[in-house]
């Protein structure tokens, strides 16, 4: 199951007591057609969510108990189209009652393609329309610990055919202080949001909580994931740091035991050379420790720097 899969699941599982004309429109107004026939007016309702069809089912015999109602699909038309169709006499009312048809001052007909706005007046009703626009219009897409590959990020979309769906989206947006964008693909108008904390806002505004809380969780495992890697890469460049240290080191012991041996140097760098020689990839901190910490850290790397000297004096004057 995907993300908007989920998603749209716990939305249709919402409350929209009092607001189910407001959701209702915006299931219509996003994956519905309107249909004309001798001179009636009625409307289907095609998506690839059979669920959606039962949730908006269930509105409608709520409020029109003597509408007809018929499903084409079930659910285990899984990835295919399923379509929801109603008689023209309800569905005339149901088409006025949302404003998506109405009386213009000449007593002519017209069709709203954004609805009644007297709907959005309300907070409530403003996310029943949004959450309606979503479950028929509607996408999410999130990067998760199981598809690392994915690199588009946090992507949230309603796609329509209409600028004014759009915009009415994009506006009641920013009542939720969620500040979306538009783009044109293709003929249609897309409206998006990007990063997480924009998207999980609107989610739980819409009452998909355990989404909202997946995208938090994810979220915290993408920045364990990034700290274990950043400490990984850190203790890899320390290791190569000390290993080539080493080598460095070794070499100026070896330069000086060639030309003049390490037996000849004073008894604090002779011991040094000495144990650097037994333990080649031994860290700073780890030959303090050989040493019974008689001395630190400084010290050790101070001798160090004075073999070093010495090795490039003994070369200078060899060449």
Not at 12 to 37: K, M, P, T
Not at 80 to 85: C, D, F, H, I
Not at 158 to 172: H, K, P, R, T, Y
Request: one cysteine or more; glycine letters at 8%; aromatic letters at 6%.
């Amino acid at each position: 199951m995907t993300f908007s899969v989920k998603a749209k699941n716990e939305i249709l599982s919402a409350n929209y007591d009092g607001n189910e004309i407001a959701v209702l429109c915006g299931v219509i107004l996003s994956c519905g057609s309107i249909i004309i026939s001798n001179k009636q007016m009625s409307f289907t309702i095609t998506t690839e969510n059979y669920d959606i069809l039962k949730f908006t089912k269930k509105i409608i015999e709520k409020l029109y108990p003597h509408a007809q109602i018929e499903l084409t699909g079930s659910k285990k038309n899984l990835g295919k189209r399923v379509s929801l169709s109603i008689d023209s006499e309800s569905a005339n009312q149901i088409l006025k009652d949302c404003g998506i048809i109405c009386l213009d001052e000449y007593g002519r007909t017209n069709i709203s393609l954004v609805g009644d706005q007297h709907l959005l007046i309300e907070k409530e009703g403003k996310i029943a329309y949004l959450a309606g626009m979503f479950l028929g219009a509607g996408s999410i897409s999130i990067p998760t610990s199981k598809n690392p590959e994915k690199t588009g990020g946090y992507h949230m979309e309603w796609s329509f055919s209409s600028g004014n769906q759009a915009d009415i989206v994009c506006e009641l947006l920013t009542n939720f202080d969620v500040f979306a964008k538009i783009v044109m693909r293709g003929e249609n108008y897309v409206v998006y949001i990007k990063g997480s904390e924009q998207i999980g806002t609107i989610l739980a505004t819409l009452g998909a909580s355990e989404s909202y809380l997946e995208i938090e969780n994810e979220i915290v495992s993408r920045q364990m994931r990034n700290l274990i890697n950043r400490q990984s890469n850190c203790i890899s460049a320390n290791i190569d740091k000390t290993v080539n240290a080493g080598l460095k080191q070794l070499e100026a012991i070896n330069l000086i035991d060639s030309i003049i041996g390490i037996d000849s140097l004073p008894q604090s760098l002779r011991e040094i050379a000495k144990i650097r020689i037994e333990h080649p990839e031994a860290s700073l901190q780890d030959i303090v420790e050989l040493l019974d910490g008689k001395i630190t850290k400084s010290a050790v790397n101070l001798r160090f720097r004075k073999l070093a000297q010495i090795a490039k004096e003994l070369g200078e004057t060899n060449d």
